[in-house]
């Protein structure tokens, strides 16, 4: 047997017995699934884990499980993400992001995923006190909630590149 550790790669994605994603766990519950016969395998890598047995990489559960709403963190690292680390009024991409609040603070604008998005350092500073319409610079994209933290999660392994594979179960995903 050959322990994949904990590293991405090993991580599963586990489908509800719809096929919509459920969550992401670690390769060792998913295989307790699998032996219990709770789940079921849908793909796996070349890798084996025991004779037999390839390294899961999504399951599927055998019966359905209602799932519950969780609250993605207003972060930093999580607006940035969901901007896909580019500024939200010219479309660069790199280092160096700033988060700009579409109505200024100093004008009643608060923190929240509707009013705050990723801006280079160079738009932030044009930008500055005013509103996008008032400063003429249209944001690309209108800013949202995340509709699921599941989702969120996910799309941040697959735009990470390890799991490619995911992206087949999941609907909508940029
Ligand atoms: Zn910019």
Redesign the pocket.
């Known amino acids: 047997m050959q322990d994949p550790g904990e590293c991405e790669m090993s991580k599963v994605l586990v489908l509800n017995a719809s096929y919509e994603p459920l969550n992401i766990t670690s390769w060792r519950r998913a295989v307790v699934l699998v032996i219990k016969g709770k789940a079921e395998q849908i793909e796996h890598r070349e890798q084996l884990i025991y004779p037999d047995f390839p390294l899961p990489t999504v399951i599927r559960l055998r019966h359905y499980v209602r799932i519950p709403y969780k609250e993605i963190p207003l972060t930093r690292r999580n607006l940035l993400h969901r901007d896909n680390h580019t500024?939200q009024?010219?479309?660069?991409a790199g280092d160096g992001l700033t988060l700009d609040h579409v109505l200024p603070r100093s004008r009643g604008g608060g923190d929240s995923w509707e009013n705050i998005v990723s801006?280079?350092v160079?738009?932030?500073v044009k930008k500055g006190s005013r509103t996008p319409k008032e400063a003429q610079m249209p944001l690309t994209n209108p800013p949202r909630k995340p509709h699921s933290s599941l989702y969120f999660e996910i799309s941040r392994h697959v735009r990470g590149g390890v799991h490619q594979e995911w992206r087949r179960y999941v609907i909508g995903l940029n």
Request: proline share 0%; aromatic share 20%; glycine share 10%.
């Open positions: 500024c009024y010219c479309g660069y801006a280079c160079r738009c932030n």
